[in-house]
């Protein structure tokens, strides 16, 4: 393999970090058997491995490999837990302002590396061993902004991205074997991803094919597998985006019989949320469980490339919950119109009251304004104007079942329980707890369990 660096510096870690040498661990075993990932699983387990694990990796009849259950697991028992194999920055607007590292916020000014490899990173984390390789490559590629200073300073979200991915290079051997394990999806806007990301250096190894096909299929693997978790640093949350192996290879269920939840960003721990019998595939959830079945399937679609074909997604009605309704448009009428087909993204929308159709396109603008009009409150208002725009004024466009509203509800008891420490009036605290009702209401007619945002919100978990 051509070396992508023709005079690298060299690395201040153990061994030889260029990318050449790095790339060469890349084992080509893309098409692993369940056995062999069960056992690069098992290495990367480390002492979280169990003695006598309920679950095991098997072909699955849903898609690929999948995780079973090795006996009758009850609902809220342990699964598993694992740590992450690489993490990174999300790169996501309002996520910029946090170290790379320690994930403590950054001061206002002067919070990229001070080395130049224009990665916002603190003073401490700047000389740490953690950093260092990745220091090197970026300025080895000589990032284009390495000379902005003062006003000029700002995060590249797009060359940030792409960080996660250098420090799979960096990963030992079996670690990359794991990576190269892992499904990648080829998808063009990935691609895309690494071009723009390339077009932030002024020496990025571009005509390097070897080098270019790994990251893409590294690229692949992160956007196929990795999580969005949550880390909470001196009083703040950054979320990470992490590669969780094993949390991964479970497939989606959109009400699934397990649930996951991260400690710190680092740790992924899953639980079942109900009973699953001895053989049962365990499943997960890669969407929000209370988004109507459409919102869900599109979300599926556009970021990983399949259509859902579980028990949920062929109810019209969502185990009677009507996430998905809206209101009828005829006249006189306030029935609520569902879509009439399943698995389609496109739909025709019938009223349950005056049976009326509607075409997808004049739902789907009703859809798009009650979730606009409610975003931007959400955005923007106390929690008070929060509770009284639920009340008062959302009715009037919008069913009560609906999961946009559903959601901005959820977004009060979010506030008033984590982040906004402020009194409430007991009148306040009642609606909280009407809310909270309801939600719990609906996750139980969904047959969702002691899934991870029932734990939330009744603050079994932090
Ligand atoms: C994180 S991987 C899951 C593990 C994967 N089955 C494997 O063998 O590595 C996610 C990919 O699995 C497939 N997948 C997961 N759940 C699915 C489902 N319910 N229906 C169809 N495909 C699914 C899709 O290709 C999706 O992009």
């Known amino acids: 393999m051509s070396n992508p660096d023709p005079d690298p510096p060299s690395p201040r870690g153990a061994g030889d970090t260029t990318l050449a040498a790095l790339g060469a661990h890349m084992a080509p075993c893309r098409n692993t058997t369940p056995e062999q990932l069960a056992q690069l699983i ?4 480390g002492d979280l491995r169990q003695e006598q694990p309920n679950w095991t990796i098997s072909s699955s009849k849903v898609a690929g490999r999948g995780v079973f259950a090795t006996r009758d697991i009850a ?3 342990l699964i598993f837990q694992e740590r992450a194999l690489v993490t990174g920055p999300t790169a996501r607007k309002g996520q910029l302002s946090s170290c790379i590292c320690c994930h403590e916020t950054l001061p206002q000014k002067g919070f ?3 080395h130049r490899c224009t990665l916002p990173v603190c003073e401490s984390c700047a000389d740490s061993e953690e950093h260092q390789a990745e220091c090197e490559h970026f300025r080895r590629w000589q990032p284009m902004d390495a000379d902005a200073e003062g006003e000029q300073e700002q995060v590249n979200p797009l060359s940030l991205r792409i960080l996660t991915a250098v ?5 030992g051997k079996e670690q990359r074997h794991l990576v190269d394990a892992m499904q990648a999806n080829a998808e063009r806007a990935y691609r895309r991803e690494i071009i723009k990301a390339a077009q932030c250096f002024r020496n990025f190894p571009t005509t390097d ?8 299929r590294i690229v692949g693997v992160l956007n ?3 999580f969005e978790a949550p ?8 979320l990470l985006r992490g590669l969780f192996p094993l949390t991964a290879i479970m497939n989606h269920e959109c009400t699934p019989n397990a649930s996951h939840y991260f400690e710190n960003g680092r740790l992924a721990v899953v639980r079942a949320a109900r009973d699953i019998p001895r053989g049962g595939e365990i499943t997960t959830t890669y969407t929000k469980i209370l988004w109507g079945n459409l919102t869900r399937n599109i979300f599926l679609k556009m970021t990983k490339h399949f259509a859902c074909d579980c028990a949920r997604c062929h109810d019209n009605t969502e185990n009677g919950t009507y996430l998905s309704a809206l209101f009828c448009r005829e006249q006189g009428c306030r029935g609520l119109v569902i879509p009439v087909q399943t698995r389609t993204l496109q739909p025709d929308w019938r009223c349950i009251t005056c049976e009326n159709v509607f075409p997808h396109a004049k739902m789907a603008k009703y859809q798009d304004f009650a979730l606009n009009t409610i975003n931007n409150r959400i955005n923007s208002c106390s929690v008070q104007d929060m509770i009284h725009f639920i009340n008062e004024l959302c009715p009037r466009f919008c069913p009560s079942s609906n999961y946009v509203l559903i959601e901005a509800k959820l977004n009060v008891i979010w506030r008033m329980t984590r982040f906004d420490r402020e009194e409430y009036s007991p009148e306040e605290m009642g609606h909280m707890d009407r809310y909270r009702e309801e939600v ?14 029932k734990k939330l919100i009744t603050g079994e978990i932090q």
Not at 167 to 171: P, Q, T, W, Y
Not at 231 to 238: A, I, L
């Open 231 to 238: 880390c909470r640093t001196g009083g703040h949350e950054t």
């Open 42 to 45: 098992d290495a990367h387990l």
């Open 112 to 114: 990229l590396c001070r």
């Open 167 to 171: 420090r799979v290079f960096h990963l």
């Open 440 to 453: 719990l209401a609906i996750l139980h007619k969904l047959g969702a369990g002691e899934c991870t945002l």
């Open 75 to 77: 609902a809220g028992e």
């Open 209 to 216: 094919r070897v080098f270019m096909d790994q990251l893409f």
């Open 224 to 226: 196929t597998n990795a």
